[in-house]
Every structure is written in structure tokens, then in C-alpha cells.
């Protein structure tokens, strides 16, 4: 499929958006110098995902509980977030967010580097019925 290009808007969850603001392909030098104990596994490297979370429900939530955000590079293996303490800008997917509240931040990754140029950023409903359907793509670069 076509991913949705930077700066789109789009919802990944009954009534939660997200868009893909831009990406720092080789985040390396940002994580190292956010904290130096941080490297990544031989032959990887940190991608930094700038995204915008909106609620658009009418309820309280945590992004956390209504949206799955992955990393999908070429292979078909969804890559999980990165665990990084003290990265600079990271976003808060715990936070609770009151309806209309927006949020922007980080979202680190650690990819193959040799697959990073076919890499998408991958939003879906944390419950849905249909994950094939429900499955966003969104360029990061």
C-alpha cells in the first residue's frame, strides 16, 4: 500500500489521529548524546519518529490504550518502540489526553540500517476486528 505522506493527518483509532510530522533517519548522535549508555545493537540504528496525537473522542484516554504504534520496515516485522530514558522530546504515549487535547514528541526505533529507506510507520486500534483493514501506513521520510 501507498502510505500517507508526511504532515497527513489521518485516524488510526475510533477517534484518535495521528500524523507523521518528519524523521531523523540516523538518530544515533541524538540518542548518544542524550545519554552515552545508549547504542545500538551491531548493524541497527535509531530512527526518530516526530509524531502529533490527537483525542478526538469525547472521553478522557491514554494514546497508550487506543493506539499501537510500530515501526514496519520491508521484512514484514513490526519493530516495537525503542526504550530509551531521558531521550529529549519523547512522547508521553501514557498521558492522559482530555477530548481535543493534541500531543507532540518522539517516538524512537532501532531498525536495521539496511532497512531503513523502506521503513513506515505503522498505526492501528489496540482493538480492532479487523487488523488488516484497520492498519495505517505513514511515510517517514
Do not use: C, H, R
Amino acid at each position: 500500500a501507498t502510505p500517507f505522506p508526511l504532515g497527513t493527518d489521518v485516524e488510526v483509532a475510533k477517534g484518535w489521529n495521528m500524523k507523521v510530522n518528519s524523521a531523523e533517519l540516523d538518530g544515533n548522535a541524538t540518542v548518544a548524546a542524550a545519554n552515552e549508555f545508549f547504542t545500538p545493537d551491531e548493524g541497527k540504528q535509531y530512527v526518530l519518529v516526530n509524531v502529533t496525537i490527537t483525542n478526538n473522542s469525547d472521553q478522557p484516554d491514554e494514546p497508550l490504550f487506543a493506539i499501537d504504534i510500530s515501526a514496519l520496515p520491508p521484512t514484514g516485522v513490526a519493530v516495537d518502540p525503542a526504550f530509551l530514558m531521558g531521550l529529549p522530546g519523547e512522547i508521553e504515549t501514557s498521558a492522559q489526553m482530555q477530548p481535543g487535547a493534541s500531543m507532540t514528541g518522539v517516538i524512537p526505533f532501532e531498525i536495521a540500517s539496511a532497512d531503513v529507506a523502506g521503513t513506515v510507520l505503522l498505526g492501528e486500534s489496540t482493538f480492532t476486528l479487523d487488523a488488516a483493514e484497520d492498519q495505517k501506513f505513514f511515510a517517514i521520510q
